[in-house]
């Protein structure tokens, strides 16, 4: 009878623990991207890729009262382009972000408004899915290729959870996805050389269902 009673006096406790313990979001932004710069023998361009939109995916796990570790899946459009006195050239594009995230929460899990920071690490796989044409603008300084390019990525982020009820939240965050560029995707004419480092900085808005 005593077992049955701290069982049933257990019960509350544990659910309460159990509906904290796994958050599933879904993301959507804008992703902003550096260029590089282009340089050779046909003087001077920039590289790189044009503004589009994020949509994502992502599944949490609250590991200790401050810490949780989270999934993640974004696909980004971001059209491949090439800009150099005044003249542009655009191929379509995409990526792919798969990454594994360690997020640091501020204040107790009873708060309604939580500062956060994450840090983490995955792949990106840039896409070019462009229609090829007989003549390229600016193809002396580099080519559009219709192929895709896994990258090594680091990324990190910090932001805002306000919970809406017991179970929702909205996260307002800017993330920062960082990879080497994707050559293989926008190749570098011969005699010209492209920067190394490429930066997606990402404003997003998240809505979290808790459980």
Do not use: C
Not at 13 to 25: L, M, Y
Not at 34 to 49: E, H, K, L, M, Q
Not at 151 to 159: E, L, Q
């Amino acid at each position: 009878m005593r077992t049955l009673r701290l069982a049933i006096l257990l019960i509350p406790a544990a659910t309460a623990a159990f509906a904290q313990q796994w958050e599933f979001g879904a993301v959507g932004g804008v992703g902003l991207l550096n260029t590089v710069s282009a340089t050779g023998t046909p003087g001077n361009a920039t590289a790189g890729f044009a503004p589009g939109f994020v949509a994502g995916i992502f599944l949490g796990q609250n590991l200790y009262q401050h810490l949780s570790g989270q999934i993640h899946y974004e696909y980004m459009q971001s059209d491949l382009r090439l800009s150099s006195g005044g003249q542009s050239a655009q191929f379509s594009g995409a990526a792919n972000a798969i990454h594994y995230d360690m997020v640091y929460h501020t204040g107790s899990s009873e708060s309604r408004l939580q500062a956060f920071a994450s840090l983490g690490g995955g792949l990106k796989d840039f896409v070019g899915n462009g229609t090829g044409a007989a003549y390229q603008p600016l193809s002396q300084f580099g080519y559009f290729t219709k192929t895709s390019s896994w990258k090594p990525m680091g990324t990190v982020s910090a932001g805002v959870t306000f919970a809406l009820s017991s179970n929702l939240a909205l996260r307002a965050e800017v993330r920062d996805y960082m990879t080497a560029f994707p050559t293989a995707v926008l190749t570098p004419a011969p005699g010209v050389k492209f920067g190394s480092f490429l930066n997606e900085v990402v404003p997003m808005i998240s809505i979290v269902y808790q459980k």
